[in-house]
C-alpha cells in the first residue's frame, strides 16, 4: 500500500467541494455528481467533508494502485486542462487524447456542437480517472515485473 492521493490537494478540491470537485478526486463519482446538482448538499455535505477528508484519503491508498502515474498530475491536468487532452496525453492514451484535442479546436468552428463530445469525455473522466490510473500503474508494474 503505496500513497496516492495528497490531502492538501483534497482540501483545496474541498474549496470549490460545493461543485463536488474533491469527491470526485477521491474517486466518489455518484456523490461528487450529487454535490455538483445540489451544490454540496445545500453546503451542509460541503461542511460535514472538511471533517471526513483525512478518512477519503486514507481510503485511496487502500483502493487505488500507486506507481509511475502520479494522481495529483493526473487530476491537475484534468481540471484546468482536460478539455485539451493534455491528461490523457499524460496517462500514455495519446489516440484519444488527439481525439479531444481535436475536438476542443472544433468547438467554435461546429458552432458549438464538437461540444458535446467533449463533454462527454469529460464526464467520464471525472467518472473514472483514478480508475484510470490505476490500470495504467498495474500495467507499469506489470510489464518490468516481466521484464
Request: some cysteine.
Amino acid at each position: 500500500m503505496g500513497k496516492t492521493h495528497s490531502i492538501l490537494i483534497g482540501y483545496l478540491a474541498w474549496i470549490f467541494g460545493f461543485t463536488g470537485a474533491h469527491r470526485f478526486y477521491y474517486g466518489r463519482p455518484i456523490t461528487g455528481t450529487i454535490y455538483f446538482c445540489t451544490l454540496g448538499l445545500l453546503g451542509v455535505g460541503w461542511v460535514i467533508d472538511f471533517f471526513l477528508i483525512p478518512s477519503m484519503n486514507r481510503s485511496c491508498d487502500h483502493r487505488y494502485e500507486p506507481g509511475e502515474v502520479n494522481y495529483d498530475v493526473a487530476w491537475i491536468l484534468l481540471a484546468w486542462l482536460g478539455v485539451f487532452g493534455v491528461d490523457r496525453f499524460y496517462l500514455g492514451k495519446v489516440g484519444t487524447g488527439v481525439i479531444e484535442l481535436s475536438l476542443a479546436m472544433l468547438v467554435v468552428p461546429t458552432g458549438g456542437l464538437a461540444g458535446i463530445p467533449l463533454a462527454i469525455f469529460q464526464l467520464y473522466d471525472l467518472w473514472t480517472m483514478n480508475e484510470q490510473i490505476s490500470e495504467v500503474n498495474r500495467r507499469i508494474a506489470y510489464t518490468r515485473q516481466a521484464a
